[in-house]
């Protein structure tokens, strides 16, 4: 079965996401609590604010597969919705399969290494 994981929406105003980490590559088996990747959402141009509205969130995996394709590289700005990677619940199933459903993934807001070690 293939599998997409997509970048979320993480509320109304979040239009895209710029990728500051990755944890997959092609090849890379899966298990539940992998960390997929960081994002970086910048809302300034939603609304005008004295400091822009930055937040981070990283996505892990909530399911086994296995990584077969990663559609993102680190630095890459990518829409709502644009799929970032294809995993199968194989290791060796062909990719031109139509993908069945999303990835199932937990995302949580972190705090960046950079920012706390000042």
Same mark, same amino acid.
């Given at each position: 079965?293939?599998?997409?994981?997509?970048?979320?929406?993480?509320?109304?105003?979040?239009?895209?996401?710029?990728?500051?980490?990755?944890?997959?590559?092609? $090849? @890379?088996? +899966?298990?539940?609590? !992998?960390?997929?990747?960081?994002?970086?959402? =910048?809302?300034?141009?939603?609304? &005008?604010?004295?400091?822009?509205?930055?937040?981070?969130?990283?996505?892990?995996?909530?399911?086994k597969g296995w990584?077969?394709?990663?559609?993102?590289s680190v630095g890459?700005?990518?829409?709502? $919705? @644009?799929? +970032?990677?294809?995993? !199968?619940?194989?290791p060796d199933e062909?990719? =031109?399969?139509?993908?069945?459903? &999303?990835?199932?993934?937990?995302?949580?807001?972190?705090?960046?290494?950079?920012?706390?070690?000042?």
């Amino acid at each position: 079965m293939i599998l997409s994981l997509s970048m979320p929406s993480m509320g109304q105003q979040m239009t895209s996401g710029t990728v500051t980490s990755l944890g997959i590559a092609a $090849g @890379d088996p +899966l298990k539940v609590g !992998s960390k997929l990747l960081d994002v970086r959402v =910048d809302l300034s141009t939603a609304a &005008p604010q004295d400091c822009p509205p930055i937040f981070y969130f990283r996505m892990v995996a909530r399911e086994k597969g296995w990584v077969r394709k990663v559609a993102v590289s680190v630095g890459e700005e990518k829409s709502v $919705g @644009d799929v +970032l990677a294809l995993i !199968s619940t194989e290791p060796d199933e062909p990719l =031109d399969g139509p993908v069945v459903r &999303p990835l199932r993934v937990a995302s949580a807001a972190i705090v960046p290494e950079f920012e706390w070690l000042g």
